[in-house]
């Protein structure tokens, strides 16, 4: 059973990298029967055993950016207010499990973020999902610039640069490294 899941805010004719995907799972996870590899734009999941519909909290793998936000009390305020803003969006089914948003925390500063559930759970489920990973905030992502919390049925993002489709006119995608992360996978 394999499910590809491209990015909601990505044109589903835009194939690329789900076409990567499969080709670098092939070839880091040759023989194996369970194998997720995730992008920036699309996840790509293949298991013997049938997993649609089913969701899936654990394992998780978390990055968070080693930097620190300055002023903790009003990012964690406005992180909260776009969080639940964007997980609302996210459960009504016309949106298909993705909910983004962003807020300006200065007239130099904006706070991107994102959360998408895989398409073939329901919205309960979807829900209920993206509560485990924005409960990981407090510990996993405690005040850091940045935060990405991925399981196999979804994934929560937020960043202080635009990483998600369509752009305002005066954006663009960043091209950031992964330098400035650290990384961590939790047991199943």
């Known amino acids: 059973m394999m499910i590809p899941n491209v990015g ?3 044109s589903s004719n835009d194939i690329s990298c789900i ?28 298991q013997t055993k049938n997993f649609v519909g089913q969701v899936e909290t654990t394992p998780g793998v978390f990055y968070w950016n080693i930097d620190f936000v300055s002023d903790p009390d009003f990012f964690n305020k406005k992180l909260v207010q776009l969080k639940n803003q964007i997980t609302a969006e996210a459960i009504v089914p016309k949106n298909k499990g993705l909910g983004k948003g962003k807020s300006k925390l200065s007239p130099f500063v904006t706070l991107y973020a994102l959360m998408q559930c895989t398409r073939d759970i329901p919205e309960i489920d979807c829900a209920q999902c993206l509560a485990v990973a924005v409960g990981n905030f407090p510990t996993t992502c405690a005040n850091r610039k940045g935060c990405r919390i991925l399981y196999s049925s979804c994934y929560v993002r937020y960043e202080f640069y635009p990483f998600f489709f369509p752009l305002d006119p005066k954006e663009k995608l960043a091209n950031v490294s992964m330098d400035n992360y650290a990384f961590k996978m939790s047991k199943p």
């Open 19 to 46: 076409r990567d995907a499969a080709k670098e799972i092939r070839k880091r996870c040759p023989d194996q029967t369970d194998a997720k590899i995730w992008y920036d734009f699309c996840f790509l999941r293949y």
């Open 8 to 10: 909601g805010d990505i």
